[in-house]
C-alpha cells in the first residue's frame, strides 16, 4: 500500500520538473505581454499621479524599471518553484526513509510536517519577491504576466 502512495509522489515530482524545464517556451509571446502590461500600466501611472516618485520618472526609466522588476519577479517565481519541487524531494525521501522505519504512521507524520514546511517556504518567498516592487509603490498584479 505504501509502494502506491510513494509512487504516486515521485511521479508528481517528476511532472513538476517536466513542467518547469519545459515552461520556456512560449517566452516571446510572454515578452510582448509583459511589454504591453508595462505600457499600459505606465499610461496609467501618468493619469493616477499618485506615486510622486514614479510620476518624476521618465517614461524610458520608468518602463526599465517596470520591465527589469517584471523579469525579476518571473525569476523568483522560478526559483520559488524550484524550491518547492526541491523540498518536495526532500519530503519524499524523509517519509520514505520513515515508513521503512515506522510504517504508514511515519510515513504520514513526515509528510505532513513535509507539507507544512513546504507551504511555509513558498509563502516566505512569495512575499519576499513582491517586497522591492510594493517598497516603490508599484502595483505587481498590474506587471505579472501568468
Do not use: C
Not at 525579476?72 to 522505519?101: C, H
Amino acid at each position: 500500500m505504501i509502494w502506491l502512495i510513494e509512487l504516486a509522489l515521485v511521479l508528481l515530482l517528476i511532472g513538476g520538473g517536466y513542467k518547469l524545464l519545459t515552461g520556456g517556451k512560449g517566452t516571446d509571446r510572454r515578452e510582448a505581454l509583459t511589454l504591453r502590461r508595462v505600457d499600459a500600466y505606465i499610461e496609467t501611472i501618468r493619469r493616477e499621479r499618485r506615486n510622486t516618485e514614479l510620476v518624476a520618472m521618465s517614461d524610458t526609466e520608468l518602463r526599465d524599471l517596470l520591465h527589469s522588476g517584471a523579469r525579476n519577479l518571473r525569476l523568483a517565481k522560478q526559483r520559488r518553484l524550484w524550491t518547492l519541487l526541491g523540498t518536495g524531494a526532500v519530503t519524499l525521501v524523509a517519509s520514505i526513509v520513515a515508513a521503512e522505519q515506522d510504517g504508514i504512521r511515519g510515513f504520514a507524520i513526515a509528510i505532513v510536517v513535509g507539507a507544512i514546511v513546504a507551504y511555509g517556504l513558498y509563502e516566505f518567498l512569495g512575499r519576499r519577491m513582491r517586497e522591492p516592487l510594493e517598497r516603490r509603490g508599484i502595483d505587481v498584479e498590474r506587471i505579472l504576466v501568468e
